[in-house]
């Protein structure tokens, strides 16, 4: 049993109510673990009809026949959905108006751009019909040359990477720097395309009646799925619900609303019947994102005394031949390492592949491994211990930028994370443990820093006549505890305990949540929640100290504070009035108010604000065959404000484990001729599975953020990823004495170089 996280107190003078800060458990689990929770294919509208895609062999060329009479002929089969017979569109599934809005591949002519691109969808009373249909359709081709692989086409710098960030970034004179240093790494690592795999696939359960229209389907990003949709058919989006109550999983995957869910969408309007379409775990290795290959060089100098002179890395990335996203791998190092001269840079290719998406971490994931690949490099170069090369070269300020930190436990990580692991104990030199077995045993250790983010939200706040409340926002939890935590929040701004208040969230008719993305969806959507409690409490208020009859009188709204349904005067808490004598005696049936989440224009561009972390790692190598085992991880993370323990420690594990998959397991592995992924199935694409998961902890550093929000919360999803992967990376490294700078690290990496 790995041990409990640490509590992280609330801070008094923070401290609004008794909920934020409780390991409560998971709202949602009884449900999950049961089997009663109804994710959307578990939907079944009477005269429902199933679809399933047709998909390309092939990754670029066009399809010259497709025997849709044969499909039909079928007696199962419905109808064939093609281009020739798709319902029109308002708009062009190719229009790409502003950076959050990716091409689809919606049936618009003949042309494959990738393998496992949409060509038809069959429509069949079942699901056997409907799959048998699809593979009567035996397409024919006209083929071209996959371009595959980061070499396949000639590269240029993108315009940006990232979500807008410049593609080039620079402080300081790092060819300076490097020339001026007394020992230089210069060394090249790569990162393998990975694909994000959620449990629960994407599915779509469609229903038109007339121009309304109704989806059950998993959504990371409700009002934006809303709205695409709106615009692709023309409707208002107040004629389109979606129902997104649980996901199993997303990871960014369903952050836009994808090609085939809006297919299904297309099938229900041609077929004038509900719709069900889930993708066979195959179909999700193209039309819903991935994470791009990247090479990355990256050149560090450092003085004589193990002090940074220069940092330059450069990413190599991938996007697809129609449309642009750029992962930010060489971002990663803006934030970390205090460096007087500090460059960045992109070049891309584009390739016969879906489009690249954020997954997990977007450039920390891939760019903090070969970062922290590095500095453990630089680290054995000068001959210092990899924690004690990190403290001396400990960033203050934010290094590219300047900006001081609005705040930066790292050090305390560092520490306690140390300590808690036995770091002091490491030899310097690797090859030099072994356990009672004859296994090499190695120690790394990598840092971890996410931004801490924020979108907009909003929420509705009501308190009703009986003294209870609910709270409303369209907020989404795809297993990360979001929703417990959110009512947690939601109980302690109305002033009401959990069971006195209703939280409603994951359907789009609630206020417009956000996206549930960035790690910021705590920060937003919580602070959406927060404050229209705030606000609602304020009316009560206002009635209540206005209101000669009240207890709390002429106190003004300052005055009072609000807990387990009533108003209290702060200087005299032997006065209050509940919020049932409140309303009853203005004759109110309910007081409401909304609230929203935003980031702090004005606090972003006076502070640099990130998550940190230390992730220490031990592993264990067979010297004769290469297998290599994780057998413990330490982190310490500081993320600000803790909600709930309980389910940051396993947003935390979570992403642990995803660094140890990223260092070790995960590779989509592309064959170049023909374009396709050859490990498109859970068999051979290699996730950890519970026992490659070591003994693992997860220590939370208490950290006060007056900057971030005024919940002071930083978020915890993606972070984890980012110190864990290099840590492990880093802990082969010492194992062995072997150095592999391409991931997934595999056995055959440690006996016998590789032949390509
Ligand atoms: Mo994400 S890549 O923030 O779901």
Redesign the pocket.
């Known amino acids: 049993m790995p041990p409990e996280i640490s509590l992280t107190p609330v801070p008094a003078h923070a401290r609004h109510g008794s909920n934020i800060g409780q390991p409560l458990t998971r709202r949602d689990g009884v449900l999950k673990v049961t089997g009663a929770a109804r994710y959307a294919a578990d939907n079944h509208p009477p005269g429902m009809l199933h679809a399933v895609l047709a998909v390309s062999t092939i990754a670029r060329g066009r399809v010259s026949f497709l025997d849709v009479e044969a499909a039909k002929a079928h007696p199962g089969v419905v109808e064939v959905m093609t281009p020739a017979n798709r319902p029109r569109l308002a708009e062009d599934p190719d229009a790409k108006l502003h950076p959050f809005m990716f091409r689809l591949e919606l049936l618009q002519n003949d042309e494959v751009r990738y393998a496992n691109q949409a060509i038809a969808v069959v429509i069949a009373q079942t699901l056997e019909a409907a799959t048998e249909g699809v593979a009567l359709l035996a397409p024919k081709y006209e083929t071209q040359p996959a371009r595959v692989g980061l070499d396949a086409s000639e590269s240029f710098v993108p315009a940006a990477v990232g979500v807008g960030n410049p593609s080039a970034m620079h402080r300081g004179d790092v060819e300076a720097g490097l020339a001026a240093a007394a020992r230089r790494i210069d060394a090249t690592y790569e990162t393998p395309m990975q694909y994000?795999n959620p449990m629960e696939p994407h599915a779509i359960v469609a229903a038109w009646d007339g121009d309304a229209l109704s989806v059950d389907t998993p959504s990371?990003g409700l009002a934006m799925a809303q709205g695409r949709i709106a615009g692709l058919f023309g409707i208002s989006p107040e004629n389109i619900h979606i129902r997104s109550p649980f996901l199993g999983g997303?990871?960014?995957?369903?952050?836009l609303i994808s090609g085939p869910q809006l297919l299904g969408i297309l099938a229900a309007r041609l077929v004038g019947k509900p719709v069900k379409l889930v993708l066979r775990r195959e179909h999700l290795y193209g039309p819903v994102g991935h994470r791009s290959a990247s090479r990355q060089r990256l050149r560090i100098g450092a003085d004589g005394e193990g002090l940074l002179t220069a940092i330059d890395h450069r990413a190599k990335v991938a996007s697809s031949t129609f449309d642009d996203f750029f992962e930010p791998a060489a971002d990663a190092s803006h934030t970390l390492y205090a460096s007087p001269a500090i460059a960045t840079s992109h070049e891309a290719v584009r390739l016969d592949t879906g489009t690249p998406?954020?997954?997990?971490?977007?450039g920390e994931a891939t760019g903090s491994i070969a970062l922290e690949s590095a500095i453990d490099e630089m680290a054995d170069a000068c001959g210092m211990d990899p924690l004690a090369f990190r403290l001396k070269n400990y960033a203050d300020v934010e290094p590219i930028s300047g900006k001081p930190f609005s705040s930066k436990a790292l050090r305390e990580c560092y520490a306690r994370g140390a300590e808690h692991f036995g770091w002091s104990k490491r030899p310097l030199a690797p090859r030099q443990l072994r356990d009672e077995n004859g296994l090499l045993i190695g120690w790394g250790m990598g840092t971890a820093t996410f931004p801490a983010l924020m979108f907009a939200a909003e929420a509705r706040a009501v308190v009703r006549g009986d003294g209870s409340g609910v709270m409303e926002t369209g907020a989404h939890d795809?297993g990360q505890g979001a929703w417990t935590a959110f009512a947690q929040i939601a109980a302690d701004a109305l002033g009401l305990d959990l069971d006195r208040m209703e939280f409603k969230a994951g359907t789009s008719d609630l206020p417009d949540a956000g996206?549930?993305?960035?790690?910021?969806h705590t920060a937003t959507a919580g602070m959406a929640i927060h404050n229209a409690g705030a606000a609602v409490i304020a009316k009560l208020a206002d009635l209540a100290t206005n209101d000669q009859r009240s207890p709390l009188f002429g106190a003004g709204n300052a005055g009072v504070i609000a807990r387990d349904g009533r108003l209290f005067r702060r200087d005299d808490e032997t006065r209050s009035d509940s919020y049932a004598d409140i309303l009853g005696r203005a004759g109110l049936a309910q007081v409401e108010a909304r609230g929203k989440g935003a980031a702090d224009p004005a606090a972003q561009s006076s502070y640099a604000m990130h998550a940190h972390g230390a992730v220490f790692a031990e592993v264990k190598v067979d010297s004769d065959l290469g297998q290599i085992r994780v057998t413990r991880l330490v982190g310490a993370f500081a993320a600000g404000r803790v909600i709930n323990p309980r389910m940051v420690r396993s947003q935390i594990f979570g992403g642990m484990i995803w660094g140890m998959s990223f260092a070790l397991h995960e590779q989509a592995i592309m064959d170049k001729r023909s374009g396709r992924t050859l490990n498109a199935n859970f068999a051979e694409y290699q996730v950890p599975v519970n026992a490659d998961v070591p003994s693992m902890e997860a220590l939370m550093i208490e950290e006060h953020d007056p900057h971030v929000n005024a919940l002071g919360i930083k978020g915890v999803?993606?972070i984890g990823i980012t110190g864990s992967a290099g840590a492990i990376a880093n802990a082969v490294w010492h194992a062995t004495g072997v150095r592999v700078r391409r991931f997934p690290i595999g056995l055959d990496d440690l006996v016998m170089p590789r032949s390509h």
């Open positions: 994000h990371q997303g990871f960014g995957s369903k952050g998406l954020f997954m997990r971490a977007p795809m996206i549930a993305g960035g790690s910021a999803g993606e």
